[in-house]
């Protein structure tokens, strides 16, 4: 088979446990977002859209939905006979098997993949940021500067930097420092968690992380500190994109408001970079006569008779007569009575909220997002505090 030239493992089984009531049941990365996808279409779009037919789904917490979800990858053409979309989960070797121990260790794990197709490069992604971007541009400048290692870096506020590992570079992008989340961050050029490696680089440095006792196994810890030290060639590469971290609910809404007016921040509808899904077929969605839909999207299937106002809902939601849903973001297959009250609220898939229920406060903000969990049943005039969490599966 013809050598490849670059494939992708995209680390999708972190827990989420920062997204609450939205992961009990599910992984981060096949949360729903923007009315019709799940996290995940977006790395896996950008990989299709970059040239890269080739990509691992390294799966670990909940993976049942998600690894349906991703299938044969036949939405995002990665349905490829040598090559596509293959999901790896943790397995039994004859010397034993165990977790993921951090984001270095899952790609060691899986070196045999990485091997069986011989690429020259190997990019590594995370499944839970929400953005577009061409990896073949960031691929032309690793192979331009010869790099071992090349990370994609996005400039965030100063008040956020110590979320993130941040670097220091020269005019020639050459990497000169790099701290994993420091207390007092030096600069705002922000690790993406988007790393190429040429591959032979890749696989030594995996085997000398395993071999080392004192490692937690992470490339941000552990991986690029020591390259760096060792003074291995290592650039960034700046990208200027719409980029966002979902793991935390106030990101997750953030991002889902980020869709919206008439100029919305990151824009879902450019032609000439799509974003596939795996969507079920609907009808289309219907706004009954005494419904109103203000600044807000929604997807197939729908039925609105009450009033949506800067919120997104997704598909095969059912909204009654006298509702009101406010700043506040409604996953599919959710089902809302009449004159239910929701502002600054985020329900989870299939959802009951029987009549006259009331979530979240009007007064509120995206600090204090009431959330419901997956499935829930809230019974008649049952009232959810701003910032509370319910993730009963069931009646309340």
């Keep these: 088979m013809k050598k490849k030239k670059c494939i992708a493992m995209l680390l999708a089984g972190g ?18 977002f923007g009315a019709k996808y799940r996290i995940i279409d977006f790395p896996l779009s950008n990989c299709t859209n970059s040239g890269i037919d080739t990509v691992g789904v390294l799966t670990q917490y909940q993976p049942l939905i998600l690894n349906e979800y991703v299938g044969n990858g036949e939405p995002w053409d990665l349905d490829r006979s040598y090559g596509g979309v293959h999901t790896l989960p943790p397995y039994q070797a004859k010397t034993g098997g165990e ?8 790609i060691y794990q899986n070196l045999h993949f990485i091997n069986e197709f011989d690429s020259e490069h190997v990019l590594i992604l995370s499944g839970d940021h929400i953005y577009k971007m061409d990896y073949s541009k960031m691929l032309a400048e690793h192979i331009r500067h010869d790099a071992d290692c ?24 050459s990497i000169t420092s790099f701290e994993e989340k420091p207390k007092n961050p030096k600069s ?22 395993e071999n080392d006792k004192n490692s937690v196994n992470d490339f941000g810890k552990n991986i690029i500190p020591k390259m760096l030290k060792e003074k291995r060639g290592m650039y960034a590469y700046q990208f200027d994109g719409y980029w966002k971290d979902v793991g935390t609910v106030t990101s997750l809404w953030e991002a889902n408001m980020d869709l ?7 824009d879902l509808n450019d032609p000439s970079f799509k974003i596939y899904s795996r969507n079920q077929p609907l009808p289309p969605s219907y706004i009954g006569e005494n419904g109103r839909f203000i600044n807000s999207i929604m997807t197939t299937g729908c039925e609105i008779h009450g009033t949506v106002i800067n919120s ?22 959710t089902v809302i009575g009449k004159n239910v009250k929701i502002s600054y609220g985020m329900i989870d898939e299939n959802v009951v909220i029987e009549d006259k229920v009331t979530i979240g406060d009007k007064d509120s903000d995206k600090n204090k997002i009431a959330l419901v969990g ?3 049943v809230l019974k008649r005039g049952t009232k959810v505090a701003a910032g509370e969490i319910v993730d009963n599966g069931g009646d309340r």
């Design 15 to 32: 827990q989420g446990t920062r997204l609450f009531a939205l992961t009990g049941s599910v992984a981060k990365p096949a949360v729903s």
């Design 188 to 209: 705002n050029h922000a690790s993406m968690g988007i790393y190429i490696f040429k591959k032979d680089v890749l696989v030594r440095e995996l085997i000398a992380d």
């Design 99 to 106: 977790w993921y121990k951090g984001t270095a260790n899952a």
């Design 150 to 173: 090349t990370i994609a870096v996005i400039d965030v506020p100063k008040e956020e930097a110590s979320r993130f590992g941040i670097m220091d570079y020269a005019a020639d992008k």
């Design 312 to 333: 997104v809902i997704g598909e095969g939601v059912t909204i009654g007569e006298g509702a009101v849903i406010e700043n506040s973001i409604v996953m599919q297959g």
């Design 260 to 266: 919206l007016g008439d100029k919305p921040q990151f």
């Design 374 to 376: 997956r499935n829930s």
